[in-house]
């Protein structure tokens, strides 16, 4: 992930003092820690893990009403 600069196509792994860029001190940047909420988002596994502990109750729920 890098720095890039929508007016002058500026790509580098630091901006400017402000968050300019260093090139053409344009604030119409694109800084990539826009995006740090998907890096936090949960992984796959657990949205599996959470499926299968609920379908394990639901068995064991219609176990018990076979029964
Ligand atoms: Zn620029």
Redesign the pocket.
């Known amino acids: 992930m890098a720095f890039y600069?929508n007016?002058?196509s500026?790509r580098g792994k630091t901006s400017g003092h402000g968050g300019q860029?260093p090139?053409?001190g344009?604030f119409n940047v694109s800084v990539p820690r826009v995006n740090s909420d998907e890096q936090k988002a949960p992984p796959r596994w657990h949205k599996i893990a959470l499926v299968s502990s609920w379908s394990l109750l639901l068995v064991m729920i219609l176990w018990k009403l076979i029964r």
């Open positions: 600069c007016d002058c500026y860029c090139a053409c344009s």
